[in-house]
């Protein structure tokens, strides 16, 4: 039924690298099947001009891919001037769904920054880029509390993130891009270790779905996330 | 409890003006409370790359805002020199929401692009944009089925938006400025007038929310898209 | 002989609401005839570096169209990613004239922002525009006179603006769209409530004119501007 | 009474130099003063899209000022990334002018550039640029004509521009960049060389004139533009 | 004397791993020492306009940086809106290096980009990037030429690339970091499997070099770009 | 051999024509043959923010083209948007170049720019602006030694540069536009007034060189640069 052979609630292998990249504060290559993502972690001392002075801390996150991580080339957002809409959507998830892990006040005021770059995609970069942005931010947070810098712990509960979507009129995990680019629904979710929501995106394009569908989709979901947050808590061991 | 003093699933009174300017061939200004919204419907004879030669139509939108709609002046993005992120993430929203609504094929090979500007803002614009912006739709629609350029109607279902969240511990119906900017938990129903789902976006920031709250979000935001419907089918009667 | 069949020295019906808007420290929605104009003024306690210390105030203008505003779609200049000449014209234009009427010591140093929005196009926006942002800048003022921020009235002189222009060989006043395109010679005349000049601009497309006939524009022009202070007056009052 | 000793209606010397440059089809080096522009005139054989197929050529101009053309050093536009108001209000005024000194139809669907590229300012920038713009048009449309690409000479009339203004409470011709920094009210007339007028622009910045003051300023361009004619008759004879 | 402990003609350990990504048409993550660079190749059917119709291919390159790929994060350039100066000459220098090495007749009416990324630096990215390309550019011309496409090997020779400077007062080859930030002389030479010069760039920062010590680096360079045809022929073969 | 009729190692002729423009701290117009570069130097108090408190000096440099310096009209690059590939490179080497010959400390905590605006162009554009630009930033230094503010000459040797290539198989000095636009090889040479070197470049385009080719270049360059250093001697004495 589902081109890659999987089960309706099959997710891809999923594997995640730490310590990629030897110079960010925290980093973690995730793989979910052939979507690949570099997730590093930069800790500065300075925050956005609106929190100066508050106290508190802050998440941020940047997203890219790189030209020929996809089919076909796509034209550098660097080289074009800016950065396309779909970027900027998926960058703002990024960080609105970490922060929400994250116990601003326990952070102290700084920022960290991580940054998701695609090395090669096949649907789900998003939730890959929230799911080893999660692990790069971990490990930074670890840096600053051994350095005495940061007392008590500020990640909350970890944070992870799955796609679903109704794919030939079945509700499946995880798709792959052969499925996300014919399905009519499809989305994310963004949960918490103890299944609480952070975010919920369910989109149709050219069609609609039902509010059982909708808890179909979010059962998936749940079942996902949990898998995810045990590959994390591997990796951040 | 709420700011304005409205019941938890009370909406602000809606009003919806057609033809508010004359060189659109849809065109509305929707009011919900303070909120105000002048969306016009642009019908041209050219579709996208992407579609051409398909026979498929498209349906665009765009978002803005007057500098001085807000309670502080804002940067005119015209002289930032770009669209802000919020700004690309709203109108691609409303883009999708409409599609979703329209038969492509009935529409036939031309694009409808649906303006949004907001004169002044209280809160839940994007939802006033998608509502009001249906009904630009509908009458542009309505032009070119008079004028035998469409000959089967290409409108579905209409198409209208909510938003709710969490203030004060409480789910409540259609935030105001007030609560929008105090809730940690908010998001956007995008439903059709036989209470089909075509979006959902539910954000926490610093806060997350549990399956129960979701579902009874659901369940006002169903109420509150009912009464909208009812108002885009009485400006366009 | 006109389009619209007025006499040539016969204006379109003017008229100015005042506080169409809820935020701006002054607004007011100008119309004359199909032409509609959303004029705020902001008040903030900031100015430009260069005057900074100097204790002199600063009074600037931006101005924008909505895309629809005109017969034929136009590029959203946010989207287009930079303001146009004729944009940077208008606005440069409109400022200069407003400071012309402001006494910028009375106005102790902070800056006023008027944002000129058109919402319909008729020919004649950046004349309506210096019009009704006056009406605007006015009502801030009195604002800030209420409050005691301002102690001495800096509002020296009404200020208004009118078009005008050699249309099918006639001179005429206060020139619509289609007389507008049309016209080889037009241009607008700023003038104050004593009938002294603070800026003429007479330009030419494929023609020339004569000083005899510029001296005819400006009688007209005159008449033109006595009733727009009238009006002026009336909504400010 | 004038910082530089002249007469209340004496011009500062003038020449232009033709040929300054080797490429292109037409250049003078007009110098007025300490203002030094370079003008080159490029003819190409594709005109703008709006009269693609109609026959008429097109005249259009660029204006750029060195970066330390001036006294204190301006920011390069090609860094900065955008030519500035001030900069597109100009260009936009000297193709008009010109343009108005040419018949479109005796010059054939060709498009002619003239760049103005100040090399040295002490004022009047923009009224050297018409005027040497001028010569180097003149100059290109010879070699048009002696090609026997354009068979009926289309440049009208000459057209010419000079500044004028209230300095000191007196009205001058030609003011110098310590004249026009202090001049309350000052503008420019653009005029053919049978007089009639192509552009008049009067500006105040923080004061007004009377339509006498006007009339006079007016005298004062006649009698510079004439003188401005003779000069470039010699040049290009 | 070096801060690697490397002997002043001694390069860091090279591995050159093929196929690192699955879409491109060639792949290869090049490391030199802690310098990774994803070099990827893209083959299009089309070519730039300049050369289109001349049955001549193009190569062509692109550079990027991961903000985290140094020891402090640098701004995205899709962020910032531009390519900096840096990007641009490096990229510049990658593709008129790879062209030199290819027979454009022989390649054919079809372009060739390759897009090198570097996911940690630590001095010589430039370099890596180089010769990393070339396997990029080769592996994808074997798959044009099995697959029929191109008939005749258009790949003249291998190009590979190696930095050298003066540190410390002492020729060294292939500077790292540490290094790269003393030198006060540097640069780059690209050179072909059979020691002839594609391109010499040496350029000293607050300091100047002899003929002679310019020889002495060339002499490194010969060396080092040996080693770097042997891993290249190595990973290609 | 040589379009010109030059020899091989002939130079085309040089003049430099200090103070050519009035406001600048120093400038020339620098010719060579029909390559005419304005070259003018600018001192300021400030420095870049990387050095602030260092005590030491900034040389910096700007360059650009007028758009019909060339035999066809190019883009303005105010109007693109923005400075091209080839712009930012070679900006970057006359800062480069000219700061080679500067003692940092000797100047004091101050910035000179150095702008070169290419009048006319005939090949050899940056090697001319390097050779004028270190001739406006001797004047410019004079001044400052002149008025106390530099006391000890930070002006360590003169800094010239020329081109060299193989054009027609032949090694020749000092191209011009249709012997680069031929040559397959050919690159600048930097050089100080004792004969070391500041910067090597020597690219080829679609073809090779040997190491014994490099070295007659910079026989060539050697004597090029010798007369170029005379000629600056003498304008500067």
Redesign the interface.
């Known amino acids: 039924m589902r081109p890659s052979g999987r089960a309706l609630d099959e997710m891809r292998p999923v594997s995640i690298e730490t310590d990629f ?4 504060e925290g ?1 973690a290559l995730i793989r979910m099947g ?1 979507t ?1 993502v ?1 997730c ?1 972690a ?1 800790v ?1 001392d300075r925050v956005p001009p609106f929190i100066k002075g508050s106290g508190l801390g802050w998440v941020t996150a ?1 997203y ?1 891919m ?6 076909t ?1 796509m034209r ?8 396309g ?1 779909r ?3 998926i960058q ?1 998830l990024i960080g ?1 769904s970490l ?2 892990g994250v116990d ?1 006040v326990a952070l102290g005021e700084r920022q960290i ?1 991580v ?1 998701c ?1 695609v ?3 096949d649907g789900g970069t998003r939730c890959a880029s929230i799911t080893g942005g999660w692990v790069a931010l971990r490990l930074a947070v670890n840096k600053l509390m051994k350095s005495g810098d940061v007392i008590s712990d500020p990640m909350l ?1 970890p944070v992870a993130a799955i796609s679903c979507g109704i794919y030939a009129g079945q509700p499946v995990l995880d798709l792959d891009y052969p499925e996300d680019s014919e399905a009519g629904v499809d ?1 994310n979710f963004i949960m ?1 270790g103890s299944r ?16 059982d569908q ?1 808890n179909t989709l ?1 059962d998936l979901a749940e079942k996902g996330v949990a898998e995810l947050i045990a590959a994390q808590t591997a990796a951040t061991a």
Chains 1, 2, 3, 4, 5, 6 share one sequence.
């Open positions: 990249t030897k110079h960010a980093s052939d690949h570099l590093t930069t500065e940047e890219g790189l030209p020929r991580a996809t089919n080339r550098r957002e660097a080289s074009a001037g800016k950065q809409g970027t900027i959507e703002r609105r922060r929400a601003r920054t940054d770059d090395l090669q995609a509960d989305g918490t609480q929501l952070i975010e919920v995106q369910m989109s149709a394009e050219g069609a609609t779905y039902s509010r909708m979010m």
